[in-house]
């Protein structure tokens, strides 16, 4: 049971899960399956949180069937680039544990399209050599199912809880800190192992052509304390230089569909009709994500476009049919009445398209049992889509669960005027607030992010973005919240102004147009194949942020 020590309540729990969404639920998962006592903690409401909570239209995995590419060897040939921070060990984990997910997942009710000789419908995607993509029914309703049965085994769940800090012991990560968004009160969450899973894409420090932050392909809730709590802890990150995503998106909607509409065998045309991507990859519209971008942006510089459009109108009826009134509704459920005031029809009209937001994503650097250069620490959050995120919040688990088994872990006393000093840091401004608020304080950050860090960018104008961003940090002592709503925008706020400097610190040391990311670098027009090894390491060194290059280390093998 939880306890009440001088203003905090103390929660005790073998494996303490930081973040509730799809990489969260397949931790607890793992954890109760290896019978461990478990606590979910999440600023939103389990039931409904994270990217998942909108809804998904496509699982991935490879099923090693006869079809072509569908080997786990495959999936470790695709995914094993040094840039992108992956490893065959790891990825091979991802790939064996794909079925077990999968049967959980029908096991709640999650329905997976069929063929009708029983097998899954799938589809290709994205630069993959092979269908890896399963077709899903009814996905916006995937987080409701799957929370249902992990409450109902067990887990404990701290809903509306925003953590902002890591508690460490002797050396090892054995907590954190955080308040009820809706209530002010302040928690404490111990576990023998912790389980980050705090959403490794932060997609808020940009804005699109709406204007709208929160009109986004990724939860606007998440701003990077994925990143910010262990790198203030000490923690390695990787791949803040290569892992910047953007996609391309129906215009204005906010959210892309685009591996279901690409998979589908959509066309993309730009201002003149003309097929622009045939001139970019060997794969076209079906071309890795990022590589889609850079070919949308490069016809955007040769003036063939904005407008740009997807074209469906030559896909079967029954392929649309399922594109249409399932797979789009299932990402974003208002699909069907953005079409209706467009006044478009996919089977008559090819549907206008815009150049996405950018997020930030990155890697906090783990080793082959998912542990974080911070002991304690295990990584959920390791792969892309809702496949990698449920299969490696549960691998992050069973590693940390077989570890605790072995080596017992003890929590000492709390150190009171430690937890005391991160109270009133959080509450300063409520309490001491000056005269900016959350709005203008964020609104900042993204007129520097949109206008320096964009599709194209250069060294000088990177180093012109520090110096703003460092101009904005000085108004933190100055922020002002009047209620727990504003105190929360202003902590996400705090988060997305680290991670945003970080990023742009390592992009700056990347002196290439790297194939893995969709920004095209002015000043370094081309690959460096001397980088194309190499990932760029960052970590707080004394108060200051230090970067390196590696090729391997206990965390990359």
Known sequence: MPQSVNGFTVHETDVLVLGAAAAGTGAALAALEAGRRVLLVDKGKFESCGSIGGGNDHFM????????????????NFYEKPNWGLVPDTIRQWAEVCPHMIEFLESVGVEFRR???GSYMRSQGFG???SWWILIKDGEKLKTKMSRRILEMGAECLNHVQVTKLISQQGRIVGAVGFNVLTGEFHVMLGKAVILCLGPVAERGWTNSTGNPFNCMYPPSVTGSHFVLP???GAELACLDTLQGATLFPKSFGCPGMNGITGSGAHGLNAKGERYMLNYHAMTEQAPRGLLMQGTVREQLRQAGPPFYMD????????????????????????????EQKGFDIATSPMEIEIGSISMEGRVLRNKNFQSTLPGLY?????????????????????????????PVEFLALNEEELNEEKARVLRPMLDGGDTTYQLFESAIHQVMNYYMGYTRNEKGMKQAL?????????TDDLRAENLHELMRIHEGLDLLKLCRLVVMASMERRETSLCTMAIRGDYPDPDKNLADKILVIQK????????????SEYLR
């Not at 995995?61 to 470790?76: G, H, K, M, R, S």
């Not at 496949?387 to 992050?396: E, N």
């Not at 110096?467 to 108004?475: G, H, V, Y």
């Open 231 to 233: 790198y203030e802890m």
């Open 115 to 117: 063929n009708p000789d």
């Open 128 to 130: 993959q050599p092979g």
């Open 467 to 475: 110096a703003s961003l460092e101009r904005i940090e000085k108004l």
């Open 379 to 407: 990584v959920g959050c390791s792969f892309m889509s809702f496949s990698g995120a449920i299969c490696g919040g549960y691998l992050a688990a069973r590693h940390a669960s077989e570890e605790i088994a072995s080596a």
């Open 61 to 76: 995995a490879v099923l090693n069937t006869d079809a072509p590419f569908d080997t786990t060897a495959d999936f470790i």
């Open 312 to 339: 469906m109108r030559h896909i079967d009826d029954v392929t649309r049919d399922i594109l249409n009134n399932d797979l789009m509704p299932g990402d974003k459920a208002t699909w069907f009445e953005y079409c």
């Open 541 to 552: 060194v004394n108060g200051s942020p230090k970067m390196h290059w590696e090729v391997k």
